[in-house]
């Protein structure tokens, strides 16, 4: 968008949690702290990173998820009709609490929006209003209430829909949802979850992203490219730029979010490896569609490695945008 330079650089999502914030979710969690001194650490956390961002000189800002736990849990706690089970791992050795669809599901109201005002409240510059897709939430969580998948994920779609519009009245002009689930079952529904992202935007003027993370991406290339966003999320630096090679075969027709650091290794990568990997990128894609990002959250990496990586993330767009900038002003000299 015009208020964004060439190759805006921005974030996924999650940023990893200070350590006076973690206790303090510990102490909440065994009643020695009430909710309202919870809130103002998180709030106090995200504070903190919105100045990081804006001191490394981040275009797109995210409020870092500091009032989250589980980017689905935390939304089945807020809504209606989930309970919550025990914990199953994700990979390694994280683990996560197992939504559980027990009644018809919903919003008891907004989710995300006061954060979302908090957070813009911090900075002149945009921030991404947040959420997680419905076909995510849906394929994450136990159905026990609805007689099949379709209808779960449709109603999860609808009550997403309401947040993204009451997001877009709260002021944002960039909403994120997520839906790193969207390649788990690829050839049996995929044009489920295309129908439940055409509910979430219906009618939305906001600019809108899926982020898409890790998986089979070319199993759903290019019918991901029929997705109800402006941009696909993806990461591509965790296995060093081999889907420039699907894209190549079928024009990428939307805008890219384009992950240049690996959010799942603890190594910070060089200034040079990251212009490196945009470059590359600009012999398939053009600028003017390619977003710059991290490969996915950062919530598992250290604050250390956080900011090294958002730092190299940002230095090394500027070397590429810095050479196209050049090299457009010479063609019209």
Same mark, same amino acid.
């Given at each position: 968008?015009?208020?964004?330079?060439?190759?805006?650089?921005?974030?996924?999502?999650?940023?990893?949690?200070?350590?006076?914030?973690?206790?303090?979710?510990?102490?909440?969690?065994?009643?020695?702290?009430?909710?309202?001194?919870?809130?103002?650490?998180?709030?106090?956390?995200?504070? $903190?990173?919105?100045?990081?961002?804006?001191?490394?000189?981040?275009?797109?800002?995210?409020?870092?998820?500091?009032?989250?736990?589980?980017?689905?849990?935390?939304?089945?706690?807020? %809504?209606?009709?989930?309970?919550?089970?025990?914990?199953?791992?994700?990979?390694?050795?994280?683990?996560?609490?197992?939504?559980?669809?027990?009644?018809?599901?919903?919003?008891?109201?907004?989710?995300?929006?006061?954060?979302?005002?908090?957070?813009?409240?911090?900075?002149?510059?945009?921030?991404?209003? %947040?959420?997680?897709?419905?076909?995510?939430?849906?394929?994450?969580?136990?159905?026990?209430?609805?007689?099949?998948?379709?209808?779960?994920?449709?109603?999860?779609?609808?009550?997403?829909?309401?947040?993204?519009?009451?997001?877009?009245?709260?002021?944002?002009?960039? &909403?994120? &949802?997520?839906?790193?689930?969207?390649?788990?079952?690829?050839?049996?529904?995929?044009?489920?979850?295309?129908?439940?992202?055409? &509910?979430?935007?219906?009618?939305?003027?906001?600019?809108?992203?899926?982020?898409?993370?890790?998986?089979?991406?070319?199993?759903?290339?290019?019918?991901?490219?029929?997705?109800?966003?402006?941009?696909?999320?993806?990461?591509?630096?965790?296995? $060093?730029?081999?889907?420039?090679?699907?894209?190549?075969?079928?024009?990428?027709?939307?805008?890219?979010?384009?992950?240049?650091?690996?959010?799942?290794?603890?190594?910070?990568?060089?200034?040079?490896?990251?212009?490196?990997?945009?470059?590359?990128?600009?012999?398939?894609?053009?600028? $003017?569609?390619?977003?710059?990002?991290?490969?996915?959250?950062?919530?598992?990496?250290?604050?250390?490695?956080?900011?090294?990586?958002?730092?190299?993330?940002?230095?090394?767009?500027?070397?590429?945008?810095?050479?196209?900038?050049?090299?457009?002003?010479?063609?019209?000299?």
């Amino acid at each position: 968008m015009s208020e964004l330079p060439l190759l805006p650089t921005t974030a996924v999502g999650s940023y990893p949690k200070p350590p006076y914030l973690l206790e303090a979710r510990r102490k909440h969690l065994r009643n020695q702290i009430g909710k309202a001194e919870l809130t103002e650490l998180e709030r106090r956390a995200t504070r $903190e990173w919105i100045q990081i961002q804006e001191e490394l000189g981040m275009d797109l800002l995210v409020d870092g998820e500091q009032y989250r736990g589980d980017m689905v849990a935390y939304f089945a706690d807020e %809504m209606a009709g989930f309970a919550i089970a025990g914990l199953v791992r994700s990979y390694g050795n994280r683990y996560y609490p197992k939504p559980v669809v027990v009644g018809p599901v919903g919003r008891k109201a907004p989710v995300t929006v006061s954060w979302f005002k908090y957070t813009q409240s911090l900075t002149k510059k945009p921030v991404k209003g %947040m959420l997680t897709g419905p076909y995510t939430i849906a394929e994450w969580s136990f159905n026990e209430h609805y007689p099949t998948r379709r209808e779960l994920v449709l109603e999860l779609a609808r009550a997403i829909h309401d947040e993204v519009v009451d997001l877009e009245r709260a002021g944002a002009r960039y &909403i994120q &949802i997520d839906e790193p689930a969207i390649h788990t079952r690829p050839e049996e529904d995929f044009d489920l979850a295309r129908e439940a992202m055409e &509910i979430v935007t219906e009618g939305i003027s906001a600019y809108t992203v899926t982020h898409i993370c890790y998986g089979d991406v070319p199993k759903i290339y290019p019918a991901m490219l029929h997705l109800a966003v402006d941009q696909l999320d993806l990461a591509l630096k965790n296995e $060093e730029f081999a889907l420039l090679e699907t894209f190549r075969k079928a024009p990428f027709t939307k805008d890219i979010g384009l992950g240049v650091v690996d959010a799942h290794s603890h190594r910070v990568e060089s200034v040079q490896e990251v212009a490196d990997g945009i470059r590359r990128t600009l012999e398939v894609i053009p600028a $003017e569609q390619v977003y710059v990002s991290p490969d996915c959250g950062l919530k598992t990496r250290t604050a250390d490695e956080t900011i090294g990586k958002l730092r190299v993330m940002v230095e090394g767009t500027k070397v590429v945008r810095s050479e196209l900038l050049g090299a457009r002003e010479g063609a019209r000299a």
